[in-house]
């Protein structure tokens, strides 16, 4: 068997740090490492979508490539920072789910994505196709970071990284979706932090906490 050539071989790396920061991001639980891990994330998609642009001459995936550095690079940690500063929470020690449980069930979920995506990735064409069962065990291990959160912050987080997922699903399986979807997308994001935002602070005046038990405890009284 003829070994892989470079570009596969670097997007295949990528690829596997992205999942091993989706791991990274389970277990983690001081809030401005999970942003700064999130950082991290859309700079190996950023790169991983720079590279296919080089190398199959898909000239909108270089645009691709260029809004997910700027925003999901800079703008959205920046935002995501300074709320954290604003709000002062460092930690979320309060859990759903104990962490070895959590990645125990994070592994059987990696089996079930590779598992899944296989007959997916034999009929795509694509040079990053191998890539396509590690792109969905991300945004597998991004929803269960999500529900195994309690706190607000944290479960934004897990929707942005699973939307970094979908993303590299995306560029695995078709190299990217058309530039309007993507434009859209990116302001409906960044739109959505922002409101975010503001829910944030709303909670926190009212209750104190960022625990998101709390409305549900206001949606049972009434």
């Known amino acids: 068997m003829s070994a892989l050539p470079l570009h596969a071989q670097v997007i295949n790396l990528l690829a596997a740090i992205l999942l091993l920061l989706a791991f990274a991001m ?8 999970l942003i700064d891990l999130f950082a991290a994330q859309g ?19 270089w645009w691709s490539a260029g809004i997910t550095l700027a925003l999901k690079v800079v703008a959205l ?16 020690v309060e859990r759903l789910v104990n962490v070895p449980t959590t990645m125990l069930i994070g592994i059987v979920l990696v089996v079930f994505s590779f598992n899944l995506a296989v007959p997916i990735s034999q009929l795509s064409g694509t040079i990053t196709r191998a ?10 291990l991004s929803f269960l970071m999500m529900i195994t959160r309690r706190k607000a912050i944290p479960q934004v987080i897990g929707f942005l990284s699973m939307e970094n997922g979908l993303f590299f699903a995306a560029t695995s399986a078709t190299y990217g979706m058309p530039m309007v979807v993507e434009l859209g997308i990116a302001l409906d994001v ?33």
């Open 26 to 33: 389970l277990t983690q639980r001081r809030v401005l490492s």
């Open 43 to 61: 700079l190996a998609l950023a790169v991983s979508t720079g590279i296919v642009a080089a190398y199959t001459g898909q000239a909108h995936l």
């Open 77 to 92: 940690p920046w935002i995501l920072h300074r709320l954290i500063r604003r709000l002062d929470v460092k930690w979320d």
């Open 131 to 140: 890539t396509l069962g590690i792109a969905m065990a991300s945004v597998m």
């Open 190 to 222: 960044l739109v959505g932090v922002l409101i975010l935002g503001v829910f944030f602070f709303q909670i926190r005046e009212q209750f104190d906490s960022l625990d998101l038990q709390h409305l549900e405890k206001l949606q049972e009284g009434e």
